[in-house]
């Protein structure tokens, strides 16, 4: 069988850089693909009806999409599927709104996890984009999008390329529906808990005063130690406090015996909702025991500590 270069198609059809072609690969998702194989389905996005594939072409130079100098990828991942056409960027070229650099969702199955971004002001019509492309940092960026999960399970979000952020730029997952902050790990992802339906989220990468300024609204008015979900657990569940003003955190974990078991968190937190993983690979069934202390960044003394219980049950 002949490949047909998909460069050569967007140049005969008079297509822009942002037409992107898909293969379809189940679990993986979708995948870009630069060259067409006969006898296999593809997806691109037209607003221009019947696409003209005539054979053989004349030589054609490789058309691109256009790249953003600052790019990082948006990445859903499960035991079910995976989906990796997201993408948010930085390029000096880029236009505060819909322009060359940004590209259309591929389908979204109900049944899969997915990630997009959805810009009415920028289409009404087909408002699902794969990319969200600004002209620059400034203090920071804000990108709001959608996150779709499959079968109500335990999923992982997280974002690539991280070594093209700012120095002094911190990256924040938040939900917007909750007002939960997720702090990417040591591997820049973070643990979505089971959770049905689509939710907003946004990812937030920029200076401390700009996360602040963008989280704030969603401080809470007290300090708070959440019971953890899912409980009973296994392996993982989620932690949730809140705190009221910046404190140093502490977060661990004990036996019924009062022996510590891990540190989840040993830091310097921001004002507002957090929300952290625990993974109890490795230990046995049984009640445990969280315990949190916020810790006041002037003068040291404590305000705020609680604790409560857990089961893990496997």
Same mark, same amino acid.
């Given at each position: 069988?002949?490949?047909?270069?998909?460069?050569?198609?967007?140049?005969?059809?008079?297509?822009?850089?942002?037409?992107?072609?898909?293969?379809?690969?189940? #679990?993986?998702?979708?995948?870009?693909?630069?060259?067409?194989?006969?006898?296999?389905?593809?997806?691109?996005?037209?607003?221009?009806? %019947?696409?003209?594939?005539?054979?053989? $072409?004349?030589?054609?130079?490789?058309?691109?999409?256009?790249?953003?100098?600052?790019?990082? !990828?948006?990445? @859903?991942?499960?035991?079910? !599927?995976? *989906?990796?056409?997201?993408?948010? =960027? /930085?390029? &000096?070229?880029?236009?505060?709104?819909? *322009?060359?650099?940004?590209?259309?969702?591929?389908?979204?199955?109900?049944?899969?996890?997915?990630?997009?971004?959805?810009?009415?002001?920028?289409?009404?019509?087909?408002?699902?984009?794969?990319?969200?492309?600004?002209?620059?940092?400034?203090?920071?960026?804000?990108?709001? $999008?959608?996150?779709?999960?499959?079968?109500?399970?335990?999923?992982?979000?997280?974002?690539?390329?991280?070594?093209?952020?700012?120095?002094?730029?911190? /990256?924040?997952?938040? !939900?917007?529906?909750?007002?939960?902050?997720?702090?990417?790990?040591?591997?820049?992802?973070?643990?979505?808990?089971?959770?049905?339906?689509?939710?907003?989220?946004?990812?937030?990468? =920029?200076?401390?005063?700009?996360?602040?300024?963008?989280?704030?609204?969603?401080?809470?008015?007290?300090?708070?130690?959440?019971?953890?979900?899912?409980? &009973?657990? +296994?392996? #993982?569940?989620?932690?949730?406090?809140?705190?009221?003003?910046?404190? %140093?955190?502490?977060?661990?974990? @004990?036996?019924?015996?009062?022996?510590?078991?891990?540190?989840?968190?040993?830091?310097?937190?921001?004002?507002?909702?957090?929300?952290?993983?625990?993974?109890? +690979?490795?230990?046995?069934?049984?009640?445990?025991?969280?315990?949190?202390?916020?810790?006041?960044?002037?003068?040291? +003394?404590?305000? @705020?500590?609680?604790?409560?219980?857990?089961?893990?049950?496997?």
């Amino acid at each position: 069988p002949v490949k047909i270069k998909w460069s050569d198609v967007v140049t005969a059809n008079g297509l822009g850089s942002g037409a992107l072609l898909y293969g379809y690969e189940g #679990s993986a998702g979708f995948v870009q693909s630069d060259v067409m194989v006969p006898y296999v389905g593809y997806y691109y996005y037209s607003n221009s009806g %019947f696409l003209s594939i005539p054979f053989p $072409f004349s030589p054609t130079p490789n058309t691109t999409q256009l790249v953003s100098t600052s790019m990082f !990828n948006l990445v @859903y991942s499960s035991s079910f !599927n995976s *989906d990796k056409t997201a993408f948010v =960027g /930085i390029d &000096p070229l880029a236009q505060q709104g819909i *322009d060359e650099f940004e590209v259309r969702k591929p389908p979204i199955f109900s049944d899969q996890g997915s990630i997009w971004f959805e810009r009415k002001e920028w289409d009404g019509k087909n408002p699902r984009f794969a990319s969200d492309v600004r002209p620059t940092f400034g203090d920071g960026q804000t990108w709001d $999008f959608i996150l779709q999960p499959s079968n109500d399970e335990t999923a992982r979000l997280s974002v690539e390329n991280v070594t093209q952020i700012p120095e002094g730029f911190e /990256i924040i997952f938040m !939900n917007k529906q909750t007002g939960v902050m997720l702090k990417p790990d040591d591997k820049n992802g973070v643990t979505i808990q089971q959770q049905q339906g689509t939710m907003p989220y946004s990812l937030i990468i =920029g200076k401390n005063q700009y996360i602040k300024s963008q989280t704030e609204s969603y401080v809470p008015d007290n300090f708070v130690l959440h019971q953890n979900y899912p409980n &009973p657990f +296994n392996p #993982s569940t989620a932690i949730r406090f809140g705190i009221t003003s910046d404190a %140093f955190v502490q977060l661990k974990i @004990y036996d019924l015996l009062g022996r510590e078991v891990i540190q989840l968190i040993d830091q310097k937190l921001i004002s507002g909702n957090h929300e952290y993983t625990f993974k109890a +690979n490795g230990l046995a069934s049984g009640m445990y025991i969280y315990s949190i202390k916020a810790i006041s960044l002037n003068g040291g +003394n404590v305000l @705020y500590s609680n604790s409560k219980k857990m089961t893990l049950i496997k």
